[in-house]
T-cell receptor
Framework: GENVEQHPSTLSVQEGDSAVIKCTYS??????FPWYKQELGKRPQLIID?????GEKKDQRIAVTLNKTAKHFSLHITETQPEDSAVYFC???????????FGKGNQVVVIP | DADVTQTPRNRITKTGKRIMLECSQT?????MYWYRQDPGLGLRLIYY???????NKGEISDGYSVSRQAQAKFSLSLESAIPNQTALYFC??????????FGPGTRLTVT
């Protein structure tokens, strides 16, 4: 089955700086890659996703890039704010299969 | 997201007890999932259902069972709870596409 790994496990950044979280996946059949944000005590919420026919997608201060050859994708957060502090999960889903394989999560801490 | 609800939100139970966690959704989605979250381990799939007559095991189904009573309801049961089943449990839904939407979670403690 699909195996998703996230690095680093914890990331601290100064407010206003950029944060980058990288995930690798194992199944070349995966074609859907979402990112979820989970604030303390809350449910995971989908913040951005990308499909394998696209290399990059942006939504305001967040972006996701995909490298299918290397089987990795990254979440980029620019101009970080304290409210960006959360755990971020990446996931991957093989084509035709709505199951998601999640990474273990990254704790992002934005220091004011 | 009030479209996906879970009951109870918190539960403390004793070892050996049977417990049921319930999930309901008003999103009209056909696919429902149960996940378990433990610190440092991410979200692990317990069971999933693509329609009322379809039930599938996930990666950690041992010790759990499920029932899909209707398109909108998906219940998770622990037949005989044990302490290492203490965790945060999430229900999620999806429909036709892979985007999944999570309920608020149930915090279960087994003593």
């Amino acid at each position: 089955g699909e195996n998703v790994e996230q690095h680093p496990s914890t990331l601290s950044v100064q407010e206003g700086d950029s944060a980058v979280i990288k995930c690798t996946y194992s199944d070349s059949a995966s074609n859907y890659f979402p990112w979820y944000k989970q604030e303390l005590g809350k449910r995971p919420q989908l913040i951005i996703d990308i499909r394998s026919n696209v290399g990059e997608k942006k939504d305001q201060r967040i972006a996701v890039t995909l490298n299918k050859t290397a089987k990795h994708f990254s979440l980029h957060i620019t101009e970080t704010q304290p409210e960006d502090s959360a755990v971020y999960f990446c996931a991957a889903s093989p084509y035709g299969n709505n199951r998601l394989a999640f990474g273990k999560g990254n704790q992002v801490v934005v220091i004011p | 997201d009030a479209d996906v609800t879970q009951t109870p939100r918190n539960r403390i139970t004793k070892t050996g007890k049977r417990i049921m966690l319930e999930c309901s959704q008003t999103k009209g989605h056909d696919r429902m999932y149960w996940y378990r979250q433990d610190p440092g381990l991410g979200l692990r799939l317990i069971y999933y259902s693509f329609d009322v007559k379809d039930i599938n095991k996930g990666e950690i189904s041992d010790g759990y069972s499920v029932s899909r009573q209707a398109q909108a309801k998906f219940s998770l049961s622990l037949e005989s709870a044990i302490p290492n089943q203490t965790a945060l449990y999430f229900c999620a839904t999806s429909h036709l596409t892979p985007e999944q939407y999570f309920g608020p979670g149930t915090r279960l403690t087994v003593t």
